[in-house]
C-alpha cells in the first residue's frame, strides 16, 4: 500500500510533464522527419499518432518518459497481484461458488 501511495503521484507528475514534452514535437520545423509509425502523408499536426508523441519526448528527455512507463509498469503490477490475492483469498473461504456465479 505505501509503495501505491509513492508511486500513484510520481506517475501522475511524470504523466503531465510526458504530455506536456511530447506537444513540442508539433512545433519542431521538421516534425515529419521525426515521425515512425504516423505516415508521412498526414498534412496536419492533430494527425499525429500519440505512440510517436511518445517516441519524440523519449528521445528528447528519456528519465521522465522511462520514469512515467516504469511508474505505470509497477501499478499495474500490483494491482494485478491485489486482484489474485484477493480472489484466492476469497476462494480459500469458499465464496467462489456463489460470488462468481453468472446466471
Known amino acids: 500500500m505505501f509503495a501505491?501511495?509513492?508511486?500513484?503521484?510520481?506517475?501522475?507528475?511524470?504523466?503531465?510533464?510526458?504530455?506536456?514534452?511530447?506537444?513540442?514535437?508539433?512545433?519542431?520545423?521538421?516534425?515529419?522527419?521525426?515521425?515512425?509509425?504516423?505516415?508521412?502523408?498526414?498534412?496536419?499536426?492533430?494527425?499525429?499518432?500519440?505512440?510517436?508523441?511518445?517516441?519524440?519526448?523519449?528521445?528528447?528527455?528519456?528519465l521522465p518518459t522511462a520514469i512515467c512507463i516504469l511508474s505505470f509498469l509497477a501499478l499495474l503490477v500490483m494491482g494485478i497481484s491485489e486482484i489474485v490475492r484477493l480472489s484466492k483469498k476469497h476462494r480459500k473461504k469458499g465464496y467462489d461458488k456463489h460470488y462468481f456465479k453468472v446466471y
Open 4 to 62: 501505491c501511495i509513492i508511486l500513484f503521484p510520481l506517475f501522475v507528475y511524470s504523466a503531465i510533464t510526458l504530455s506536456w514534452m511530447d506537444s513540442y514535437l508539433m512545433y519542431v520545423g521538421n516534425w515529419k522527419d521525426q515521425l515512425i509509425f504516423t505516415p508521412k502523408t498526414i498534412t496536419d499536426t492533430n494527425q499525429i499518432y500519440e505512440i510517436d508523441k511518445l517516441l519524440y519526448a523519449f528521445r528528447v528527455e528519456p
